[in-house]
């Protein structure tokens, strides 16, 4: 008889969805990979077609599984991008494109709801009021899709939507369903006073069953796509960033994961529900146990955005040596030292998050003069959001009592050697890189790995397939300049300056 010593986690992000076969000690052994379109139908609207999902996880898990013996997967588990929701009718068909998490459309929303109860749905769902969860785009689609609204038989989120197309249930985790801003935290159950005030009822949402536990097996349809054997057990998943903390191995104080990818979301870990005015509060991967994080919305997206709208020059140059832009910027960004000019950057090209909460929040550049480079600009992409993640952490450490000993870097921003050594010397903490990146992927794996048997629980999964490749410590002399700036105009700036950026932006809004 075959051994079922392999796990496939699967990773349904917002560019792409990545498969990858892991062994119990969290070695990559294949792995696959497929985009999925964004569109922009609208300035601040982001959506994706729901079917896509699946299409682009099918084409990763197929890539994957060619690779491998195929009898020796013995689960799957899945993370997503949070609060992505797609709306669906009777024969369950979606009405619409799905919503995603970056989509900035309910401004107007996330204020009403404010005003409905804006201490109350924070102290139930552990999330105050803001624009990417999942409740104001519901009441977005109620007030200007009225038609459709009412035709909703199930509203999906991603982990949702593919355990219905992979097993036929209806079924979600409290980790998947958790940033819909529905969920009450303690009683782990959808919350009825919290329905009430979107509009929406119980039934139009999917069962909830815990991380881990085996929530459904792969259907023969389903296994006639995804090139898998019928019958594979499908474990409860979790968020992106709950697997990503998973995967880093938070599982106790003094560790916090800091995944830099499109959004920058910073986990530590909690036995106990907490809320507070720095941080949100997400369910654990592990059973029962919870997850205050920091989030920023707009994290290597600036860097993109950057390149993209204003790198012509260094595209140029990245073409003449055959070198991607990325180096090209970064190897510039580098010879910049302490002491000459520079930019001072506030990252809130998407809104600012915790603990400001402010949508009308937008990006803010200081210093600007003649001997300004593009690579001065890059640089302090980099540093303002390695500013603003300190000035969460320390928000959080007073909340939550809990002094933060090591960052576990993850993500594609994590690749950046000069990134790793600007956290490091900002925030003034050791910087840990794991072995594998695709610590979100391996969160996944950890959870089918715990549903397939490989280990007693979900805690004995983080334990056992992950650990630590590097660590970058602060450089004195980097952090001393830092401090300086941070203490006498980064945490002053947004205070000072928030009323005029707020008006400024409703009257350049329509």
């Not at 995603?100 to 999330?127: F, I, M």
């Not at 782990?188 to 119980?202: F, P, Q, T, Y």
């Not at 920058?264 to 720095?278: A, F, H, I, Q, W």
């Amino acid at each position: 008889m075959v051994k079922k010593d392999y796990v496939i986690g699967i990773d349904c992000s917002t560019s792409a969805s990545k498969a990858i076969v892991w062994d119990k000690d969290g070695n990559c052994i294949a792995e696959g990979r497929s985009e999925i379109p964004l569109l922009v139908p609208k300035p601040e609207w982001a959506e994706q077609e729901a079917g896509k999902w699946w299409d682009a996880t099918v084409r990763a898990v197929e890539t994957a599984v060619q690779q491998v013996e195929k009898k020796r997967i013995g689960a799957i588990g899945i993370t997503h991008q949070r609060e992505s929701f797609v709306p669906l009718d009777k024969n369950m068909k979606p009405l619409r494109n799905g919503i995603l998490w970056l989509d900035t459309r309910a401004t107007s929303q996330v204020e009403k709801l404010k005003t409905l109860g804006a201490e109350k749905v924070h102290r139930k769902t552990g999330l105050y009021p803001n624009l990417y969860t999942s409740n104001v785009k519901i009441m977005w689609i109620r007030e200007n899709e009225p038609r459709l609204f009412e035709s909703v038989y199930k509203y999906m989120d991603v982990f949702a939507f593919l355990t219905w197309k992979m097993t036929g249930r209806m079924v979600t985790s409290w980790p998947s369903a958790d940033p819909m801003g529905l969920l009450n935290m303690e009683d782990l159950c959808w919350d009825d006073e919290i329905l009430k005030m979107i509009g929406v009822k119980e039934e139009q949402f999917c069962e909830l069953a815990q991380p881990g536990e085996i929530v459904g097996t792969v259907t023969k349809e389903a296994s006639a796509v995804l090139g898998l054997p019928e019958g594979i057990p499908l474990a409860g998943g979790g968020g992106d960033g709950q697997c990503a903390a998973l995967g880093a191995v938070v599982v106790e104080g003094g560790r916090a994961s800091l995944n830099m990818g499109t959004a920058v979301v910073s986990e530590l870990y909690s036995e106990k529900y907490v809320t507070g005015d720095t941080y949100r509060t997400m369910c654990g991967c592990v059973p029962r146990t919870y997850v205050p994080e920091s989030i920023m919305a707009a994290g290597t997206f600036i860097l993109n955005w950057y390149m993209e709208e204003f790198g012509d020059r260094e595209r140029e140059q990245g073409r003449a040596g055959n070198i991607p832009v990325t180096k090209v910027f970064e190897d510039l960004a580098s010879e910049i030292v302490p002491g000459e000019p520079r930019l001072l950057m506030l990252p809130y090209l998407k809104g600012a998050s915790a603990p400001s909460w402010d949508p009308f929040a937008k990006g803010v550049v200081l210093g600007l003069c003649e001997s300004t480079t593009s690579a001065h600009f890059y640089r302090s992409i980099m540093e303002g959001i390695a500013f603003e993640q300190k000035y969460q952490y320390e928000k959080m450490e007073i909340s939550l009592n809990n002094k933060i000993e090591e960052i576990v870097l993850l993500g594609g921003g994590a690749k950046s050697h000069l990134w790793r050594q600007i956290m490091a010397d900002i925030t003034g903490i050791p910087v840990l890189i794991p072995p594998s990146l695709e610590t979100t992927c391996l969160g996944a794996g950890m959870l089918a790995a715990s549903a397939a048997g490989l280990y007693t629980s979900v805690l004995e999964a983080s334990k056992g397939m992950s650990g630590v490749s590097g660590t970058i410590f602060p450089i004195d002399k980097n952090r001393g300049f830092y401090t300086k700036i941070y203490e006498k105009v980064y945490k002053q700036l947004f205070p000072r300056i928030r009323e005029l950026v707020d008006e400024f932006t409703k009257l350049t809004t329509r």
